[in-house]
RNA sequence: GGCGACGUGGCCGAGUGGCUGAGGCAAGGGCCUGCAAAGCCCUCCACAUGGGUUCGAUUCCCAUCGUCGCCUCCA
């Protein structure tokens, strides 16, 4: 079974699910008012992975991912290109879908949205003034964080110590609350501004809310897994459990946080990579397959620079495989090698040792091919092994390229001016299809070309 | 001020108290090929600095230098 760092408890250990044989993951979505960039994709990709390999292991996945389509950012964004708001958290919402179906990011279980859940909200934040842990000010509903007792659990931090050093971000409602740590829950609407009714006074909810009720709605108490990226653990992931703890709720069974998308140079990560400045830059302007082969090979913990060498190098790591997919196309299924397999999820199973399993599966197909050059039938085994492996990482292996017309007839015509061993003419060919961007390789059967 | 990461061979990136210096990319040599490509084989022997613990440390401890993240709505 899995054993995962938990930011809980700081420890790797074992996953333990509600109900055997199912998993209920909590992925903490995006804010809709921009379009994704590549951290936003190193997230949803590492937690891609882990879904997939979850349900390769044959457990019942359910990951719920929102959308928060509610927030200042939208807000100011609607208010300074003077557009209507839900224009931008549609656009947003489907560019972000866009950019994750190019990834191969398979949709999440269910994509609950902030506002089609305001309601619960407003009961939520109301049990929580009933009971005393909540309280209203002129601008806001507030939560006490000093009624939770371990505030702090998830950053390991001492509320004292927290307050000490601060950032200097802007704090809303900083004037009036009680204590300088207590967080809105409800934000009290301005003139203009989007607004639902509440007995509190119209407004919206604060980002902390919505994934709680969500995920409580969806998974229920007491779900298995909640994750995201590593600054969402304070302030909101703190902040979610703190809601659930103040009203008695159990909340994720275990936390699991990714590192960032860094860059060596201090650059920013649109520089180093030149034309790339978002996630849609990239997916265009690179195999996309070649950020999750990228993010593989580095643990998801880490942290990972992004830069046009190491997507270039991933990329011509998945022409390879590619190569690979073509060469053993047509050698038939197999029983996948039951000692490869074995080991990948040894890999897997101890806090998602990506990095060993690719090193794994680059020596599986290595093998593989060392075995088709060699004519042996082990061959059969061992490319089901790989194909099991990229079923599970997600990866899709292209074996056959849609080949036009007139590159097909050049292929043909290569292999003729060989078979007639008129030389000049199959490189005048070769170098005309290389130019044209194809790799061309031969083999047993012929000239066949690839991108 | 607090919490926490990290500094490994040309580049990226794992890992461990003493035979893994993983793996990928790049480079060089070889096999294969009409020549290539693809594939296979081989080579390139690192672990920030200074101490300490130890029979032995890249791996444990301490310090130093350097880089970075979070500390109220940023994956």
Redesign the pocket.
Known sequence: MLHLYDTAT?KVRELELREPGKVGIYL????V??P?????????LVYDVLRRYLEWTGLQVRLVSNV?DI???IINRANTENRPWQEITHKCESVWFEAMGKLGVARPSDIPHATEYVDQMVTMIGQLVEIGRAYATED?VYLNVATVEDYGLL????LS??????????????EN?H??????LW?MAKPGEPSWPSKFGDGRP???SECVVMSLDLLGEGFDLH??????????HE?ERAQAIALGKRFANHWM????????E?EK?SKSLGNVDNLLDLVENYDPRAYR??LL???Y???????K??I???E??M???D??A??TADVGDATPDQAVLVKFREFMD??L?T??A??????T??????A???GSKEVAALAAAVREICTAFGLVLVATHDVPAEIAAKATA?DA??AA?D??K??AL?DELKVAGW?????SKG??VRR
């Open positions: 700081r903490c979505g995006p804010t008012y921009g994704p960039h590549i951290g936003h994709g190193r997230a949803t928060t927030d200042d950012a806001g950053v390991n931090q001492k110590d927290m307050l000490e050093g601060g950032s200097d971000r802007e704090v809303y409602g900083a609350k204590h300088p740590a207590d967080f809105v934000k604060g980002w902390h994750c995201g990226g590593m600054d969402l653990k304070f302030p909101h902040n946080h990714n590192g960032f998308v860094v860059d060596t201090g990560m082969m990228l090979q580095s643990h913990r880490g942290p990972v620079s992004v830069t060498d190491n270039e190098a991933a011509k790591v022409a390879g495989f190569s690979f073509a060469r101890n806090d040792d990095p060993g690719t090193a794994l599966l680059f020596d197909v290595r093998r593989a091919n060392a088709l050059d060699a290569l001016a060989r061993k030389f000049a199959a490189d070769r790799t061309v390789e031969t083999t000239t066949v």
